[in-house]
């Protein structure tokens, strides 16, 4: 049997914090604070892997502790929500931006609950990895990469998923791009690992450059990437998937220590305008279409292809 993962609760209000307990007992230990300072204390010398901070608990401004709990070395995977009644979006904006995962309503809701753990201890586990992965690049390179992979447009496949939810309730265009490194293969074997992550690192800062404050950037697999655009049509993004293609065409990248040019396709899509699924189902089979399409076209360069919905 697992071991329970270590909760901390930082609340001040008796019924809300029985109320949590009660609901979180079976899948959490439940360390329960009553103050910021406290929590900083606990995260000191315990190894905490989620975290549940109420708006209303004042000692510290609790955006402070978020952002204080996100930038520790040993805690910047860990969720973080915020149990709040505001729902001003610039509110919530700021608060993303300190480090809250996501939000719990005040009072809480069961089902609201249920739903919000599950989908942060999946993001938990990919940032884990992440965030594993850049201590090993560290241990072995003191100049570390690491930080690129921790920053805010690598992260949330979760925030990701919130976006096409978003775009499926206000019926707002969302386009997905694929790209996909042209003879990643090739490159891949005459590369080390480190001159590898190197070479992709430098891909994601060109990416990151061109894209838009508001599309998500999350590095996949085997040199891929992935990019949601909001309120972007296939038509718009195709222009924005060209422009990026040919920059990405004029930089220059380092690979075992010598110049190489990486030229690049991409796949694009949009979800369906009446999806049968939810929305995170909806957002792995956007993934998946444009991986279908994209082995189709990877032994070709320099692609760009529209696909006019993800449907099998």
């Not at 919130?162 to 074997?189: F, Q």
Request: hydrophobic share 40%; aromatic share 4%; net charge positive.
């Amino acid at each position: 049997m697992n071991a329970k993962h270590n909760l901390l609760l930082v609340n001040k209000t008796i019924l809300t914090t029985v109320w949590l307990k009660k609901h979180l007992k079976d899948a959490f230990h439940v360390i329960h604070v009553k103050t910021c300072e406290e929590a900083l204390i606990k995260l000191q010398n315990t190894v905490i892997d989620f975290v549940i901070i109420d708006e209303d608990v004042n000692d510290i401004p609790p955006l402070n502790l978020a952002s204080k709990i996100r930038h520790s070395l040993s805690s910047s995977w860990v969720p973080i929500l915020l149990l709040t009644s505001n729902l001003k979006n610039s509110f919530r904006k700021k608060a993303l931006n300190a480090g809250i995962s996501d939000f719990l309503s005040d009072p809480p809701e069961e089902q609201e609950l249920e739903k919000h753990i599950a989908s942060s201890l999946k993001a938990r586990s990919m940032h884990k990895k992440i965030h594993d992965v850049s201590k090993t690049l560290k241990a072995k390179e003191q100049n570390s990469l690491s930080q690129n992979m921790i920053s805010s447009q690598f992260l949330l496949h979760d925030h990701a998923i919130k976006e096409v939810d978003r775009a499926r309730k206000e019926k707002k265009p969302l386009t997905l791009a694929l790209i996909g490194i042209d003879s990643y293969k090739a490159i891949e074997k005459t590369c080390n690992v480190l001159d590898l992550n190197r070479l992709l690192f430098s891909l994601s800062d060109v990416i990151t450059q061109e894209i838009r404050k508001e599309d998500i950037l999350i590095p996949s697999k085997d040199g891929k990437f992935i990019v949601i655009m909001p309120n972007l049509t296939i038509q718009q993004a195709r222009i924005e998937a060209a422009s990026l293609m040919k920059k990405m065409k004029a930089a220059q990248f380092q690979a075992k220590g010598k110049p190489i040019t990486i030229s690049i396709s991409v796949v694009l899509t949009t979800q369906d305008k009446m999806p049968k699924e939810n929305s995170e189902d909806q957002y792995e089979r956007m993934i998946d279409h444009a991986d279908k399409a994209m082995k189709k076209i990877e032994k070709e360069t320099s692609k760009l292809v529209s696909l006019k919905g993800n449907s099998d």
